[in-house]
T-cell receptor, first 113, second 115 residues
Framework: AQTVTQSQPEMSVQEAETVTLSCTYD???????LFWYKQPPSRQMILVIR??????QNATENRFSVNFQKAAKSFSLKISDSQLGDTAMYFC??????????FGTGTRLKVLA | DAGVTQSPTHLIKTRGQHVTLRCSPISGHKSVSWYQQVLGQGPQFIFQYYEKEERGRGNFPDRFSARQFPNYSSELNVNALLLGDSALYLC??????????????FGPGTRLTVL
């Protein structure tokens, strides 16, 4: 069965510091995207960053970057210079067949002032 | 451009009732997917519709059904509601079938509470 595992239910980080959220996945697809989504208390699911599996270069979006290890099926999210507004649930998502994505159970990140 | 919209925002129903949730995709998007997110968990895939046809279905009972209209908006229907159906229901739209190279954009969700 295709799975997505986020092994850190909760994490906290001091404002301005760096934190890494881990995710491992299992998919049988050849070409695919991997995603990190942020879900603040407002519950809107917001795309943080995506990685194309065939690209070896790790994706970067401002303070957010990924460490993509395709062979190990690992896809971690690094948040640099953490801000209070980064406090949210973070979900990793990978494809499970053509028509759907599966999500991990999430990591609750709290940024401390 | 407007993002994905969902209605209603909140809904309270009692066990055994029926509910209809609505979703309007981003303009130009032809695919709509539905997800159920139980409190404290990640979203679980329910359905994907593309060009008004069901293209994928998750592991949900037949009480769950959906359809997509000619304008690509979609309804999710749940019959004979159970307490366990209480969840946030998310709609996501994409240009084509959700999957590489099409990414999904999520709506704000409908919070369903079953009493």
């Amino acid at each position: 069965a295709q799975t997505v595992t986020q092994s850190q239910p909760e994490m906290s980080v001091q404002e301005a510091e760096t934190v890494t959220l881990s995710c491992t996945y299992d998919t049988s697809e050849n070409n695919y995207y991997l995603f990190w989504y942020k879900q603040p208390p407002s519950r809107q699911m917001i795309l943080v960053i995506r990685q194309e599996a065939y690209k070896q270069q790790n994706a970067t979006e401002n303070r957010f970057s990924v460490n993509f290890q395709k062979a190990a099926k690992s896809f971690s999210l690094k948040i640099s210079d953490s801000q209070l507004g980064d406090t949210a649930m973070y979900f990793c998502a990978s494809p499970a067949g053509i028509y759907k994505y599966i999500f991990g159970t999430g990591t609750r990140l709290k940024v401390l002032a | 451009d407007a993002g994905v919209t969902q209605s209603p925002t909140h809904l309270i129903k009692t066990r055994g009732q029926h509910v209809t949730l609505r979703c309007s995709p981003i303009s130009g998007h032809k695919s709509v997917s539905w997800y159920q997110q139980v409190l404290g968990q990640g979203p679980q895939f329910i359905f994907q519709y593309y060009e008004k046809e069901e293209r994928g279905r998750g592991n949900f009972p037949d009480r769950f059904s959906a359809r997509q209209f000619p304008n690509y908006s979609s309804e999710l229907n749940v019959n004979a509601l159970l307490l366990g159906d209480s969840a946030l229901y998310l709609c996501a739209s994409s240009l084509g079938i959700a999957g590489y190279p099409n990414e999904q954009f999520f709506g704000p969700g409908t919070r369903l509470t079953v009493l």
